[in-house]
T-cell receptor
Framework: ETGVTQSPTHLIKTRGQQVTLRCSSQ?????VSWYQQALGQGPQFIFQ???????GRGNFPPRFSGLQFPNYSSELNVNALELDDSALYLC??????????????FGNGTRLTVT | SQKIEQNSEALNIQEGKTATLTCNYT??????LQWYRQDPGRGPVFLLL?????KEKRKERLKVTFDTTLKQSLFHITASQPADSATYLC???????????FGTGTRLQVFP
C-alpha cells in the first residue's frame, strides 16, 4: 500500500510569485484535503476535493486554488504569494467523502518559505 | 464559531507514568472526535476516533474519553515511553461533515 506523497519537500519563493504543490493520494482513496500548518499551530483546513470537484472550503482567499485528477492525485496552487503564506502545507487523503468515520492519511508536507 | 483548545504548554512526564492530554471545544456539538500524533517535520498520523455516543475508546496503551456534557476529550497514554514524545492533535468534524478542524496540539515529552 503506497502512502500519501507530496512534492517538493521544501520550496522558497518570493512575495508575489505563484507556487504549485503536488500530492499523490494513498492507493484506493478518492478524497483529498489540503491543510496549512503555521509554526506552532494546528493544521487549518484549506479545501477538499472529491471525485475531481471541490467539496468544501475553509477560510482562505480565492488565490488558493486546487485540482484533483482522475487518478486522485491533486495540486494546490497559490497565486500572489504573501509572507504569511509561509507554512507547512499538508495533503491528506481518505476513502470516501460522505463517511464521517474516515481518518485522514497525511503526507509529510511541503515546507513553503516566502521571502 | 467552533473553537478547540488544547494545552499549549508542553507536558513533561517520567517514563512509565500515564500522560493525560486535554481537548476542550466550544460552540459546537461534534459527531466525532479524532486524535493524531505529529512528529517534527512529519505529517500527522491518525491514532483513534471516538463518536459522540461513545464514552471511551481504547487501543493498546492509548485511551480516549469523550464527554459531550463537559465538551471535553481526554487522551491517555499509559506506561509512557520516550518514543511517545511528540505533539498530539485533537480534531473535530466541521458541522457534521467529514472535514476536520484541528486544535493547536500539545507537545508531550517523556523523559527516562
Amino acid at each position: 500500500e503506497t502512502g500519501v506523497t507530496q512534492s517538493p519537500t521544501h520550496l522558497i519563493k518570493t512575495r508575489g510569485q505563484q507556487v504549485t504543490l503536488r500530492c499523490s493520494s494513498q492507493s484506493g482513496h478518492n478524497t483529498v484535503s489540503w491543510y496549512q500548518q503555521a509554526l506552532g499551530q494546528g493544521p487549518q483546513f484549506i479545501f477538499q476535493y472529491y471525485r475531481e470537484e471541490e467539496n468544501g472550503r475553509g477560510n482562505f482567499p480565492p488565490r488558493f486554488s486546487g485540482l484533483q485528477f482522475p487518478n486522485y492525485s491533486s495540486e494546490l496552487n497559490v497565486n500572489a504569494l504573501e509572507l504569511d503564506d509561509s507554512a507547512l502545507y499538508l495533503c491528506a487523503s481518505s476513502l470516501v467523502s460522505h463517511s464521517y468515520n474516515s481518518p485522514l492519511h497525511f503526507g509529510n508536507g511541503t515546507r513553503l518559505t516566502v521571502t | 464559531s467552533q473553537k478547540i483548545e488544547q494545552n499549549s504548554e508542553a507536558l513533561n512526564i517520567q517514563e512509565g507514568k500515564t500522560a493525560t492530554l486535554t481537548c476542550n471545544y466550544t460552540n459546537y456539538s461534534p459527531a466525532y472526535l479524532q486524535w493524531y500524533r505529529q512528529d517534527p517535520g512529519r505529517g500527522p498520523v491518525f491514532l483513534l476516533l471516538i463518536r459522540e455516543n461513545e464514552k471511551e475508546k481504547r487501543k493498546e496503551r492509548l485511551k480516549v474519553t469523550f464527554d459531550t456534557t463537559l465538551k471535553q476529550s481526554l487522551f491517555h497514554i499509559t506506561a509512557s515511553q520516550p518514543a511517545d514524545s511528540a505533539t498530539y492533535l485533537c480534531a473535530l468534524d466541521m458541522s457534521n461533515t467529514d472535514k476536520l478542524i484541528f486544535g493547536t496540539g500539545t507537545r508531550l515529552q517523556v523523559f527516562p
